[in-house]
């Protein structure tokens, strides 16, 4: 167990780059993985998930090479047949996008699923493969949850799916249905939530050939079949999700941080935290690759959040919201209730061991600020966005903050408690090794 001791900062200033993104990462490996012949990914994220999903496209027959901040990427197209179980460690996105990928093996494949995925949602998934032909189903293997894919190729047609649980479920058919033996509906039967994530999938199938129509509603998706994956060079952006934290920091802190390496023309939903800290009273200046928050001594003011689009600045933003006037809430966040942990619950329990003035209900969080915020020993739930969220909140808290566990970090951002370290926040503790 890893404990980190932050204290409280009185001015933060510096630059820093944003770590590349997690959801570009995994989405250009996988892609490029699916296609004939070779890709190169420049300035891919090192992290436990994205290193899940390399585990998980070699495993099917792609071979990957790191040299120099760039991954070099030969396709098996079609997937091969996994000579041994996929651990997918903690990585949800891994599972659900290669489920539907290793049904275009010929062979069986069986996913290995760790704690705290075993209890996020996959059966609506599997059942939608079924629709689809595929032969699936969940099992263990000793006390391990698995996953087994029968193989023998997607038959395609027509498919139903909720759109509120998880969006991840469609980008994984989006992945492989391409490859189909007859063209694929997916009917949405819910309003889909993270469409942005949806939108990404496509933007980086279509630079590898790929076409997919979306219906303006996102209600039905149709993928035509018997489509070729080409290759393709790809630059990761950085990530929007994770840079909030940092520009969240500044803003607690009433300082001057840029943010470098985010380009806002990505297809990136959380790119929003921009637009919420300005209205909470942030001075925020974006350019197309970076953004920057300056302090200027005024308090923040509160600020209600739909956060059926953006469920991954729901952690920042209950940060924040701690140091802001009036009574802030954030609602449409229901699917956070089976993430890392069950979000809501992590933030609410950990947030007013600080002394917020929280309040849960069932899809969101009320918090009546500015809040007597003090230090606590936290326990981030194996969750990297609470550790890094009450990270955040511990810079202006009384006291020191005692974060354990902090190594969960390294699922999506292994240098945050470095980049603090380089804006000036007295951080002991947290030098991971990637």
């Known amino acids: 167990m890893t404990v980190v001791i932050i204290g409280k900062a009185e001015r933060l200033s510096g630059e820093v780059d944003a770590p590349p993104s997690k959801a570009y990462t995994q989405r250009m490996l996988i892609a490029a993985a699916l296609s004939d012949g070779v890709s190169k990914i420049s300035r891919p994220l090192i992290a436990d998930d994205t290193e899940a999903a390399l585990r998980a496209v070699k495993a099917l027959g792609a071979k990957v090479t790191a040299a120099e901040d760039c991954w070099t990427v030969e396709g098996a197209s079609p997937p091969k047949v996994a000579e041994t ?18 049904a275009l093996a ?27 032909g595929v032969e699936t189903f969940s099992r263990h293997i000793g006390v391990k949850a698995s996953i087994y894919v029968r193989g023998g190729g997607i038959r395609g047609g027509r498919t139903s799916i909720r759109g509120d649980i998880s969006s991840q479920f469609i980008s994984g058919l989006m992945f492989a249905c391409p490859m189909a033996q007859m063209d694929t509906e997916i009917i949405v ?7 942005g994530y949806v939108q990404m999938t496509k933007a980086v199938l279509a630079e590898h050939g790929i076409r997919i129509l979306i219906s303006e509603n996102f209600s039905r998706i149709y993928v035509p079949a018997h489509q070729v994956y080409v290759p393709c060079d790809h630059k990761v952006p950085g990530d929007f999700s994770s840079a909030a934290f940092l520009l969240a920091a500044a803003a607690i802190t009433r300082s001057n941080v840029r943010v470098e390496n985010l380009n806002y023309e990505s ?13 909470m009273g942030a001075k925020c200046r974006v350019q197309l690759d970076y953004a920057e928050v300056a302090g200027d001594g005024r308090p923040l003011k509160a600020v209600d959040v739909d956060a059926r689009d953006i469920p991954d600045l729901v952690p920042v933003l209950a940060a924040l919201a701690c140091y802001a006037e009036g009574v802030s809430r954030i609602y449409g966040a229901q699917r956070l209730r089976y993430k890392e942990s069950d979000r809501l619950l992590s933030l609410y329990l950990e947030l007013k061991k600080m002394g917020a003035d929280i309040a849960i209900n069932e899809d969101g969080l009320t918090i009546k600020g500015p809040c007597e915020m003090h230090g606590a020993t936290i326990d981030p739930h194996n969750d990297h966005r609470i550790a890094m969220a009450c990270a955040v909140a511990a810079l202006g808290a009384a006291g020191e903050t005692r974060i354990q566990n902090a190594e969960c970090v390294r699922k999506s951002y292994p240098r945050f408690f470095n980049d603090l370290r380089s804006l000036g926040v007295d951080v002991v503790g947290g030098e991971f090794d990637r």
């Not at 039967?189 to 469409?195: F, G, I, V, W």
């Not at 297809?267 to 209205?279: C, F, H, N, R």
């Open 106 to 132: 010929s062979e069986p494949t069986i996913f290995l699923l760790g704690e705290s995925l075993e209890k996020r949602p996959i059966e609506p998934l599997l059942q939608s493969l079924r629709e689809l």
């Open 267 to 279: 297809v990136q939903d959380d790119k929003a935290i921009l637009g919420i800290l300005s209205q």
């Open 189 to 195: 039967t819910t309003p889909l939530e993270s469409r």
């Open 85 to 102: 179980m996929i651990d997918c460690g903690e990585s949800g996105a891994t599972l659900r996008f290669m489920i539907p990928v290793a």
